[in-house]
């Protein structure tokens, strides 16, 4: 765990959003994560810092009822903290990256094929002739092109 924690604290988040490019819906939802951790990291560093020891000496002299001290006492030294397998959540956690990153891709290449397109086009705009050069046709022979037009009238 002590491994997880010194890497929690060397991810520099600024980094992450400015390198990657990462901007819309990404770059909020990564904001919204690191507000999460951030919390998270303050409220157990708040936790831990808090004293974990109850004086129930102080809550016996205070109640009239010592047999609730008791029992409360008991119920307190008897309590083990439950342990959770995170292995699923970190599996589900890997599945989920690994279908942003496929998802991630596939955009890339719709992306960079119609920049593609786009390119083409952009070269066809630039090559073509300009609209003077094609309007000079109807000035200089009109005769050909009225009869152009007649024939496909």
């Not at 997880?4 to 904001?31: E, N």
């Not at 599996?91 to 397109?117: C, W």
């Not at 152009?148 to 009238?153: G, P, R, V």
Request: net charge neutral; aromatic share 8%; with cysteine.
């Amino acid at each position: 765990m002590a491994v997880g924690r010194s890497a929690a604290f060397k991810v520099d988040w600024t980094k992450i959003g400015t390198s990657l490019g990462l901007k819309g819906q990404t770059a909020t939802a990564l904001a919204a994560f690191k507000k999460r951790n951030d919390d998270a990291r303050r409220k157990v560093q708040v936790l831990s810092d808090t004293p974990q020891t109850v004086d129930f000496a102080r809550y016996r002299s205070m109640l009239k009822n010592q047999a609730i001290v008791d029992e409360i006492e008991n119920h307190f030294k008897s309590f083990k903290p439950a342990t959770y397998d995170v292995g699923r959540q970190l599996k589900a956690i890997e599945a989920f990256e690994a279908q942003a990153v496929k998802n991630a891709e596939e955009t890339k290449g719709v992306v960079d094929k119609e920049l593609g397109d786009l390119e083409k086009t952009l070269k066809n705009i630039e090559d073509a002739r300009p609209f003077e050069d094609l309007t000079v046709v109807c000035y200089a022979y009109p005769r050909v092109w009225l009869g152009d037009i007649e024939s496909i009238c």
